[in-house]
């Protein structure tokens, strides 16, 4: 399971599921899942905006941004990430037949992908 995941505030955002099981989120309620996240120390390493076609998903777009967590606290870390992710959001707005998925991290989890 995703750090997202484990958030019940979360899960009840979500729109629905990807067929792999990842929540998707619709604009505004990503809004709300990014500051549930930032309130969790989770932070949001990545978000992508897809559509939902009949022949599958499409992707419309993914965040570009990259923060270093060197010589920062973590939820300061968190914090930037989270901004970025949620200026990513509202400059991405999709439609109805869109949605966001993210890549989110908490700080034990990160610092195991970090070695």
């Known amino acids: ?44 390493l990545g978000i992508e905006l897809f559509t939902a076609r009949p022949e599958g998903y499409r992707n419309e777009g993914m965040s570009t941004y990259e923060v270093q967590l060197a010589g920062q606290s973590w939820h300061d870390f968190v914090l930037q990430n989270n901004g970025f992710a949620a200026d990513f959001a509202r400059r991405n707005r999709g439609g109805d037949d869109y949605f966001y998925l993210l890549t989110a991290s908490r700080e034990q989890e990160f610092a195991k992908l970090a070695i």
């Open 1 to 44: 399971m995703t750090n997202n995941e484990t958030l019940e505030p979360v899960l009840g955002l979500a729109h629905g599921k990807t067929i792999g099981g990842e929540p998707a989120f619709t604009f505004p309620e990503v809004l709300d899942v990014l500051s549930c996240c930032t309130k969790c120390d989770i932070a949001v």
